[in-house]
């Protein structure tokens, strides 16, 4: 939005106030747990986005539809931007007591059809929120990478790189994590380099106990950059998470990062997933939860090199043309002016 020549403030958790790449930073106190997010950062994020001076208001966590509606109600334009089927995802939380799930998911189902009946338009991250609802301007912005953002000028060429996948992102339970070392351990030649934080933070301790964890290499939190040189000493890329309810018909934005940096994908055998590595030929599926499955994936990605790379170049050609963001960039700017027309 900002190189379309909009004045941009992001109001997000940050440690000051900055300009950033052009957009402007007002900073939230980092919240002391889910309830304090919910309850104070909620309302310090209405006092600042108030402070903004701004004519359209884009919010993305679905505890914020409460300050969304505030400000529809003030005469602003505002959007919501839904990045997940976030009723479903709540059954799913280990964190939530099981009494609790259903009747918060049905709150927070009630409060997402209020947003969607009231508020200026819905922004979604995937077809199957999209359909979800009836918002007349709801708009499919799918969370694809910037073409040749992950891309290194001198990539090392595959026959000389390391035999090891990488996974970038959050690493938790339901992403794999277990199931991943596991199988490493069954391919000894095999390592995984891991950029990200481990959510909760006693998994790393836990997984440490098994056998493969040897193999792994942590790399903790890397800017773009530092994710692009990971991935250049890697020939594969790994996003196996478990068959939940908010998991199958998602599209993880590291799905597409592997593939726009020529990396073929070990993926998960969910059918939309199916729909977009198997149509592409740029990756192996396997079930999450089967570890010998997971084991033979591996085997084959750091073993068969040339295979390996030509299903990489195979999904860097997909992006070129259809899963890159200049695409949905596209999309955006055109709800914006809409908008504000």
């Known amino acids: 939005m900002a190189r379309a020549d909009y004045d941009v403030s992001l109001v997000v958790v940050h440690d000051r106030n900055e300009t950033v790449d052009g957009v402007r930073i007002l900073s939230l106190p980092r919240p002391q747990g889910r309830l304090d997010r919910w309850r104070t950062t909620r309302n310090q994020c209405m006092a600042r986005a108030l402070e903004s001076g701004a004519e359209l208001f884009h919010f993305h966590d679905p505890e914020l539809i409460p300050v969304g509606l505030n400000l529809k109600k003030r005469g602003f334009k505002v959007v919501y931007d839904v990045h997940e089927s976030h009723a479903e995802s709540i059954l799913d939380r280990t964190y939530l007591h099981p009494l609790l799930r259903m009747p918060i998911s049905w709150l927070l189902e009630r409060s997402e059809r209020r947003a969607d009946l009231r508020l200026d338009a819905i922004v979604a991250a995937t077809p199957k929120i999209a359909r979800s609802f009836k918002n007349p301007r709801t708009a499919l912005v799918q969370n694809f990478p910037m073409e040749g953002e992950l891309a290194l000028s001198s990539s090392v060429s595959f026959s000389d790189r390391e035999p090891a996948l990488v996974y970038v992102g959050g690493v938790s339970g339901v992403r794999g994590a277990r199931e991943i070392v596991l199988a490493l351990g069954q391919v000894p030649e095999a390592r995984l380099i891991v950029v990200g934080e481990f959510s909760p933070k006693s998994l790393e301790s836990e997984l440490a106990l098994l056998p493969g964890w040897s193999q792994v290499e ?35 934005n590291k799905l597409f990062e592997y593939m726009s940096a020529g990396l073929p994908v070990l993926a998960s055998d969910f059918p939309h997933w199916r729909e977009i590595v198997a149509t592409e030929d740029c990756g192996l599926l396997v079930d999450p939860l089967d570890v010998d499955a997971i084991a033979g994936a591996i085997r084959a990605i750091v073993g068969d090199r040339k295979s390996s790379e030509a299903m990489g170049t195979r999904g860097r050609a997909a992006v070129r043309v259809k899963y890159n963001w200049s695409i949905q960039e596209t999309v955006l700017l055109d709800l914006y002016k809409s908008l504000l027309a």
């Open 218 to 252: 942590l790399l903790g939190w890397k800017d773009r950059s530092g994710v692009a040189v990971a991935m250049s000493r890697c020939v594969g890329g790994v996003v196996l998470f478990h068959p939940l309810r908010n998991h199958i018909e998602s599209q993880p």
